[in-house]
Structures are given as structure tokens and as C-alpha cells.
């Protein structure tokens, strides 16, 4: 005997299910999280001193990361933004802000973990990214919460292209990057 019959305990799951779909802004600041994790145990192997090969692979990781997150926000998120808002200055920024990115990722790129400057231009991005974050949080998000855009279909769109570019990362992991910085 199970203490609820069956379709209660369905509707119940139905219903916790939907309360709990993470919606677009779930999604792209679950990345964020992500990668401020990330950065932070990128710190952790400075302090302990460890190998560089261990080093690039982390900061490839987030270099990755911000690559993939960055596409997603501009293939889906800010058009999205642009036309629920109006605003074109606000989502201009935003991408410019993404172009810097993409150029501090370039350097790492470009970098050998063996030269002194390595470990300073992770720094430099892991500072860059958690300005361009907040800003992101408190301008974009707040303003695109309180817009009619439908979280949910943007949250599924987000969804499958993230695993697309994943897919195709794993893949062509140097090649994806390289014509993603191109
Ligand atoms: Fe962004
Ligand atoms: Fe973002």
C-alpha cells in the first residue's frame, strides 16, 4: 500500500516540477556561480603553488566557460532584452563588455602557463568577470525580470544551444575557441 494514491502523487510531482524550471536568469546566473567557483579555485592553485599544466587546464575550463556563456547571452538572452526593453544603449554595453572579455581570454590564450604574466591575466579577467556580472545582475536582469519576455522558452532555447556548443567544444576544443575569439 502506498500512503498516496497515484494520481495525486503525479499532480504533485507535476506541480513541483513546474514550480521548480529554472528560468533564464536561473540558468545564465547558475553560470556565473559556476564560474566564480571556477576563478576561485583557479586562486587556490596559485597559492599552492601548483603545476602549470594543471593551471592551463583550469583556466581553458574558464576561458570555455565565459565563451559558451557569452554566445548563449548573445544569441538568446540580449535579443531577447533589446526588444522587450527598448534599450539599445544597456545591451550595447553589455556586448561591448563581452568583446573586452573575449580579448582577455585571447591573452590567456595566447599566454604559456610558464610566463610570470599568466596567473596576473587570469586575475585580470576574474576581475573584469565579476564587475561585468554584477552589472549584468543589477541593470539587465533586474529590468528584464519586470519585462513581458517569456523566461521559460528562453530557458529551454538556452538549454539546447548550450548543449550544442558544449557538444561541439568537447569536440573541437582549440578549433571552437579559436574561431569563437576570431
Ligand atoms: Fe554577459
Ligand atoms: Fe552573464
Do not use: W
Request: aromatic share 6%; proline share 3%.
Amino acid at each position: 500500500m502506498t500512503p498516496f494514491p497515484a494520481a495525486e502523487s503525479n499532480a504533485a510531482d507535476a506541480y513541483t516540477m513546474k514550480k521548480q524550471a529554472p528560468d533564464a536568469i536561473d540558468l545564465l546566473d547558475a553560470d556565473h556561480l559556476a564560474v566564480h567557483a571556477l576563478f576561485q579555485s583557479y586562486r587556490e592553485l596559485v597559492r599552492t603553488r601548483a603545476p602549470a599544466l594543471q593551471r592551463r587546464a583550469l583556466a581553458e575550463e574558464i576561458c570555455m566557460e565565459l565563451t559558451i556563456h557569452a554566445k548563449l547571452e548573445e544569441e538568446l538572452f540580449y535579443p531577447a532584452v533589446r526588444d522587450a526593453l527598448h534599450d539599445d544603449e544597456l545591451v550595447d554595453e553589455a556586448e561591448d563588455q563581452h568583446g573586452s572579455q573575449r580579448e582577455f581570454v585571447a591573452q590567456i590564450l595566447a599566454t604559456s602557463p610558464e610566463d610570470e604574466l599568466y596567473d596576473a591575466r587570469v586575475a585580470v579577467l576574474s576581475e573584469y568577470v565579476e564587475r561585468h556580472v554584477r552589472q549584468e545582475r543589477e541593470q539587465v536582469f533586474n529590468r528584464a525580470l519586470a519585462a513581458r519576455i517569456d523566461m521559460q522558452a528562453l530557458a529551454r532555447a538556452i538549454t539546447v544551444r548550450k548543449e550544442e556548443l558544449r557538444a561541439v567544444s568537447e569536440a573541437l576544443r582549440e578549433d571552437t575557441l579559436a574561431s569563437a575569439l576570431a
